[in-house]
């Protein structure tokens, strides 16, 4: 004989579709809850939420590898919105729950470095508009435009190696000049003592060979520095130099040099960095092999 129930009613089914994630959650349903945020990924990449949360449920259920890696993915998000301090307290986290871990220190170490540059950027913006505002204006550059060119320069070794202070001091020296066609820049053997940076478009270095043709040897790109040897030390130009059409380069002079140095506290920093980078000993050592 089937037995009654006690309470005088049908016992009801466990409603599992009713359960949200955390439920499941706390009932250590890992594999459906797991289900559900994946499916939410999948249909937004950029849904941290959701991938926070399946970080945590990788670190309750003592997937802690698993858990580290969608918490560097996180923490991905976070920097690429500019929320590097965010990015920063959750890698302290994750250093925590996997000490040692290798690819922790890198996320760390490269999301300290993005945070750098940002603040790095928002010095050296403030200089380049500060002192070339207007000629920007009269060029026809809009703001975005402005914005841009440092989104071109950040590739740059010297604007990776110096700190805000320092790039507000060489922007605040630097020239821009805008280039709208073909234009000489500097002519094989000429002493003439200045570096360029190239903020957009390109610069061509060529040659004249003994049979008259003119042979291009290399093209310069944004956030390539040329000049170095002529400004500081004083060497004819290896090459011919020619903009691109509509190229905007920076340019240092031998006072604008000075200029950046004058109450320098680390002047032997910022002529470290426009001398490294050796594009023209390269271009001078390649005329030397194809002159042989």
Not at 94 to 115: D, F, H, N, Q, S
Not at 159 to 175: K, M, P, T, V
Not at 242 to 251: C, L
């Amino acid at each position: 004989m089937a037995l009654k129930n006690p309470f005088g009613r049908k016992q009801q089914k466990f409603d599992t579709a009713s359960l949200s994630v955390d439920d499941l959650m706390v009932l250590e349903r890992w594999d459906e809850a797991e289900k559900i945020l994946k499916r939410r990924i999948s249909r937004n990449a950029h849904d941290l939420r959701s991938r926070l949360k399946l970080a945590d449920l990788f670190t309750r259920s003592k997937r802690q590898y698993e858990a580290v890696d969608e918490y560097l993915g996180v923490a991905d998000g976070y920097a690429r919105d500019g929320f590097y301090d965010k990015a920063l307290a959750l890698l302290s986290k994750v250093e925590k729950l996997v000490p040692g871990y290798e690819k922790t220190r890198i996320k760390m170490e490269k999301i300290e470095r993005a945070k750098r540059m940002e603040r790095s950027r928002e010095t050296a913006m403030e200089a380049v508009l500060s002192k070339h505002g207007e000629d920007f204006q009269k060029a026809g550059t809009t703001a975005f435009e402005v914005q841009q060119l440092w989104q071109n320069l950040s590739g740059s070794l010297v604007i990776q190696r110096l700190d805000g202070e320092q790039l507000a001091r060489l922007f605040s020296a630097l020239e821009i000049v805008h280039y709208q066609d073909k234009t000489l820049i500097a002519e094989r053997s000429q002493q003439l003592e200045e570096l360029y940076l190239v903020a957009k478009g390109k610069v061509d270095v060529s040659i004249v060979m003994p049979d008259g043709q003119t042979m291009v040897l290399r093209e310069f790109q944004p956030g390539d520095v040329f000049g170095e040897r002529a400004l500081l030390e004083h060497l004819p130009w290896p090459a011919t130099y020619h903009s691109g059409h509509k190229a905007i380069v920076m340019k240092l002079t031998r006072e604008g040099l000075e200029q950046a140095m004058a109450g320098n506290s680390n002047p032997r920093e910022l002529l470290d960095a426009l001398r490294d980078q050796g594009l023209d000993a390269n271009i001078a050592s390649l005329v030397h092999r194809t002159e042989m």
